[in-house]
């Protein structure tokens, strides 16, 4: 009885189980189709020359840094503002400074009376000698008190000139005339010599710093004039390569190009991506798959887009991905020519999601 009792709790539970995979099944045939922007994959290069992405820099910049450690005590100025050569930016807490100082002080007082002294007995000496009323071995000696006595009177004032230096340490002041573009430090953090405290930049004149792969870096000559594409400003400027880097040791295979803007936009912001185009023609035999960066699907390490099935569902595709050139990718393998991809949804996606191509 048992045994048979066992077997159709068995049963039961398998059409339980089943009838809720038919359910699942039932939803998400069910579900309405998410609209989806496609594009179709086609191989060859959007520019017969060869680009680099980049960021735009001041040519002028400096990080504003300390000699000496203590707790900052006040910050003069914001981020944005416009500061003077020898403007205050940053004092910091010198209460062991002011300290030395005073002892300082306390030393040159002592050896300016030592001094005086000293110079008195020098000249009178002096006068007694050459009235034959003191010996030269007086004279010898008196004249060696008042050397030392001079000496400690100038070690002591060179030591205040030492300490007047670290005062400057301790009120950071602006190098030229510039804005304050960063700032890493707030009031009562700790600085260290060396430390960044906050960056200053003149505005005007800016530069573009791009990263070019070892198969191209030979092509690029300094004095080319090359064209820079700025998207953000939907603008393009021309520009002339200044340096081409010749090691790629710290860079990862990427040689750094810097290129010189030759006009100057009051709009223009350290930090704006750029594409920088070389008057090279791309070697022979390097077309390449481009998709839009913003069509990827990041999981972890992998990166991945959506294609599009002969039913009309979302299919995820892991891909192989060379470099990026502005807002388009490379893809090495995982995308055939003609295939349809997703560029953007007005839904979530999944695997086997049903889609409605706009």
Known sequence: MKTKLYIATL??????????GNDDKIVAENAPAVAVEVGKVS???????????????????????????????????????????????????????????????AGITEAMVAFNNAEKDYNRFTILFNENSASQKEVDDITANYNMAKARLEGAKQMKNEVNAQFSYSNIRAPFNGVVTNKFIKVGDMASPGMPLMEVEIPGNFQVVAMVPESDILQIQPGSEVEVVIKTLDESLKGTVAEVSTSAKNTGGQYMVKVMLDESKSNLLSGMYATVQFPTAKKANTNSVLIPVKALVNNGQLSGVYTVSESNTALLRWLRLGRTNGDSVEVLSGLSTEEQYIISAEGKLYNGAKISIQ
């Open 43 to 105: 191989e060859g290069n959007s520019s017969p020359f060869l680009s680099a992405s980049g960021k735009i820099e001041a040519v002028n910049s400096a990080n504003i840094s300390t000699r000496m450690m203590g707790y900052v005590d006040k910050i003069y100025v914001q981020v944005g503002d416009k500061v003077n050569k020898g403007q205050q930016l940053i004092s910091i807490n010198n209460a062991d400074i002011s300290a030395k100082l005073a002892q300082v002080d």
């Open 11 to 20: 049963f039961i539970l398998a059409i339980t189980i089943g009838s809720c």
